[in-house]
């Protein structure tokens, strides 16, 4: 059975040990030289990001999130085993984990790294399609001439590389399409590398659960729930009709999922539709000047995000849970696009003043979508506000401060509140 060494890339038919460096870590799959459909999916990247940069969290459980008043953005795999998840409400995971070292975002360091991983990844193809900071879909078809080696081993040799050259560690997904590949990624992390084939779909999935379907949360998975579909194999026994009557659009790709069917290409032009980040408070908060900072910071996360991003977005939106957790979402076009945090902040505070009378709130976010090329703000200019070019230029300077010593170098007065 063809198999690959995960340490010194060495192609070589199964056996225990690479007949190289002896290394017990491999890949063994009867189809693993044949696929050519990659998800590469870092390990607990902006932890890891934080382990390389201070060796001394090396062997320490850490959270990298907002204050006790936040939420968890990631968290290591030692903070993982005590129980800690993403999104997770910090006092939650500080009561599971009350030995975890908290580290505070950030993103514009994360954002380099990921430019380096990509510049990796886009010496093995020109068809990438990066999903977010952390993970991106390859199609290497057709690269095997081009490398003199099968797509397997360059993915072998990307994540080494990655780990030799960056400090980051990733999980490989191979398969035979988009949708295979991603959960591929996901079944033997960290430093995993899973092969799906064509042969082996249908009794892979079987009884698995649908909840492994990108995009299935809890809502969708209770609805399913409801209908007895637990599985993969519950989801077989359907009608394609019937499960486009019941479900809508949705029924139909359930459908050809079930099968491991999935047509979608892997796109190197695929548009990122929109940037966000919101807050979860541990509790509810009605005092407006609080709300006013945690606004101002999740404006300035965003921005930070769409500058790394190179974009700026027309359409601003404001996202409010209320305590009783029904959902506020306001939208605004702007009229020009919008990158700048002051601009972003301005126009989610327009939206947020007409509601505040409903708080206390419990969740704060904002948003910014209809993405265009960043360079279009820049002459973005505004004659209603002939102090937005001065305080757009003051911005500038302040990323270029924080760029070169550190995030926490200059604050506005508004994020201490």
């Not at 990001?49 to 968290?75: F, H, M, Q, S």
């Not at 492994?212 to 989801?235: C, K, N, P, Y």
Request: charged share 30%.
């Amino acid at each position: 059975m063809p198999a690959l060494c995960l340490d010194c890339c060495t192609p070589f038919d199964s056996g225990p040990r690479c007949p190289r460096c002896r290394s017990p870590r491999l890949c063994a799959h009867p189809e693993l030289f044949d696929l050519s459909i990659a998800h590469m999916d870092c390990d607990a990247f902006y932890a890891s990001v934080e382990k390389r940069d201070a060796p001394e969290l090396r062997d320490k459980p850490v959270i990298v999130g907002g204050g006790r008043r936040g939420v968890v953005t990631t968290a290591c795999y030692i903070a993982r085993i005590k129980g800690v998840r993403s999104a997770m409400p910090m006092f939650q995971a500080l009561k599971l984990c009350p030995e975890a070292v908290i580290v505070k975002p950030r993103f514009e360091v994360y954002a380099e790294v990921s430019r380096a991983i990509r510049a990796m990844m886009d010496e093995l193809t020109p068809v990438v399609e990066p999903l977010s900071l952390d993970e991106a879909f390859m199609d290497l078809t057709g690269t095997a001439r081009l490398h003199g080696a099968p797509p397997a081993v360059m993915l072998a040799w990307l994540v080494k590389r990655m780990r030799d050259e960056i400090g980051i560690t990733g999980s490989i997904g191979l398969s035979h399409n988009k949708f295979l590949a991603k959960i591929a990624s996901d079944q033997d992390k960290p430093r995993g590398f899973t092969a799906i084939g064509a042969a082996e779909t249908m009794e892979f999935l079987r009884d698995r659960p649908v909840s492994l379907i990108w995009g299935v949360g809890q809502v969708t998975r209770e609805s399913l729930g409801r209908a007895g579909i637990r599985s993969f194999a519950d989801l077989r026994r359907w009608d394609r009709r019937d499960l486009s009557a019941r479900f809508g659009g949705m029924g139909e790709r359930l459908w050809h999922l079930a099968r491991g069917e999935d047509a979608r290409r892997v796109s190197a032009h695929a548009p990122v539709k929109g940037i966000s980040n919101e807050t979860t408070f541990a509790e509810d908060i009605s005092d407006p000047e609080l709300l006013d900072g945690h606004l101002w910071r999740m404006a300035e996360k965003v921005a930070d995000r769409a500058k790394a991003k190179g974009v700026a977005g027309r359409v601003v939106t404001l996202k409010l849970k209320r305590a009783d957790h029904s959902l506020v979402t306001r939208r605004a076009t702007q009229r020009g696009p919008v990158q700048m945090a002051d601009p972003l902040y301005r126009a989610a505070r327009a939206l947020w003043e007409p509601v505040l009378r409903e708080a206390p709130f419990r969740l704060l976010g904002v948003g910014l979508s209809d993405l265009c090329d960043g360079a279009q703000a820049e002459d973005a200019g505004d004659l209603l506000d002939p102090q937005a070019r001065a305080r757009a230029g003051a911005e500038r300077a302040a990323d270029a401060i924080r760029a070169r010593f550190g995030h926490g170098a200059i604050l506005k007065g508004r994020a201490l509140r």
